[in-house]
């Protein structure tokens, strides 16, 4: 039976390509292929991240609290409506990661997920996560964000369809939080699809959890946001770098630390969705306007190396929707908001009298 709970610490490094082949003859030293990585090519994991129409849960995490959280589906190559499929929470408190899933049928999870299917009938349950469970992320010492008791647990309305599908979950606690969530945060939905191709490693040492990934070919889309629809988008880191990541409960091996001082690899915060959300807020405002209502259809690369992307992937804030905070530009208001639910042209129309 898969996993479906993990805690861990996740460090995230950018890679060159001459460095990633070089580390892979390294790695084989000490650790194994994934069993996925058959004959050492890489296998495709595709998500489709779930958020309001504001783009509150993505917004809020980019602000770097001590508490956040996002919701997704994910499957390891493209699925079939009957295929299997991952329901996943993705928690971080003050840098350690939790991800809690289950796993249901692709068709069964889209209607699990519809908000249309929010709690409409009396049935309460209470939902206690067990310590197990939470893997100790209720011991938030006094923090007390709505995610927050959410962990903790509280009484939830559970619409009689949502509850059948909690039952064909392979785990009912872990399917009762992500309805909760649904519940309270009301108009979640299908937000962007991410997908990439990754080579990972487990440490040959059975002792060990360490786990090191390597992600390239990001790509993502904001239309035909639908598993099965493929694996295609935008890419939105160039063909020439990777994402590395490694992931461990406790400290990392000796061996490991001295390879990452040998080639100068420093470690780089970077969100997959959050790259992409501050690339489609970058082209929306500094690209051809012609092509402004179209953002999804934009070129992602060219975005990482314009001046909001590079703040962004070196800074991991965007400074300027702080600044602006106080002043509720139309700049701020679109960072502060979501361009899909905004009129662009009225927006268009006040940048040029701010300008003026």
Known sequence: MAIEVFKRKENKYKIDAPTYEAL???????MDFDKFNRGGEPYSICNIYYDSDDSSMIRNSLSKPKYKEKLRIRSYGVPNMDDSVYLEIKKKYRGEVSKRRCSMDLQTAYK?????????????????????????????SGLMSDASQRSQGSQASQGSQRLQYIEASSNQQVAKEIAYLLDTQKNLHPKVYISYDRMAFFDRDKTSDLRISFDSNIRARRTDVRLESGSYGKKILPD???????KCTGNMP??????????EIRPSSFSKYGTEYMQYLDHAFTGDRSSWKNVSD???TKGA??????????NSRFQEGMTFEKEMTPLN???TSDLGAMDVQKVLEELDDDCA
Do not use: C, Q
Request: net charge negative.
């Open 24 to 30: 892979l003859h390294r790695l084989a030293e000490y």
């Open 112 to 140: 699990f997920l519809d908000r249309a299917n929010a709690a409409d009938a009396a049935d309460i349950e209470n939902i206690v996560p067990h310590d197990d469970a939470t893997n100790g992320i209720n011991d938030t």
């Open 240 to 246: 020439d770098m990777y994402l590395m990541e490694i």
């Open 254 to 263: 000796l061996w490991l630390t001295k390879l990452l001082s040998e080639y």
């Open 298 to 300: 934009t070129d992602y």
């Open 305 to 314: 190396n314009s001046p909001l992307g590079m703040r962004f992937t070196e």
């Open 333 to 335: 208001r679109a960072i």
